[in-house]
């Protein structure tokens, strides 16, 4: 962990290119420092994952509307400073990927951070190894 899922409507499909965002915001999670200087995401942990929905319904439905929903999901034991900044610098970088578009269409964006206990976590990896 930390992983993103990006859920964003299918009329955007033709318009943006999602695989770009999705590395751009890994990138953006992986450069975050906490206050002592110590990287808050850890590298072979950072996923982004960017699913279309084919069927939806935006508002009122009256124009060809368009969303893009992010959610981080991480562990406990970061600072709510380190939350906010990371959570500002996603915003940001998702924020410029759409900016020329933004411009050209009807599209609302909402990023959600979550963060918790799990109640079961089990890892099985050979990509984490290669960051240590």
Known sequence: MPHLVILYTENLEPQTDMTALCRALADTMIAQHDESGEQVFPTGGTRVFAYPARHFAVADGKAD????????????????????????????RTQAHFAE??????????????????????KHSNIHPLFQ
Do not use: C, P, W
């Open 101 to 122: 578009l933004y411009e050209k269409r009807l599209l609302g964006i909402t990023l959600q951070i979550d963060e918790g206990r799990e109640v079961y976590n089990a």
């Open 65 to 92: 509307y368009a969303f893009v929903y992010l959610n981080l999901r991480m562990g406990l034991g970061r600072s709510d400073a380190v939350k906010q900044h990371a959570g500002q610098a996603l915003l940001s």
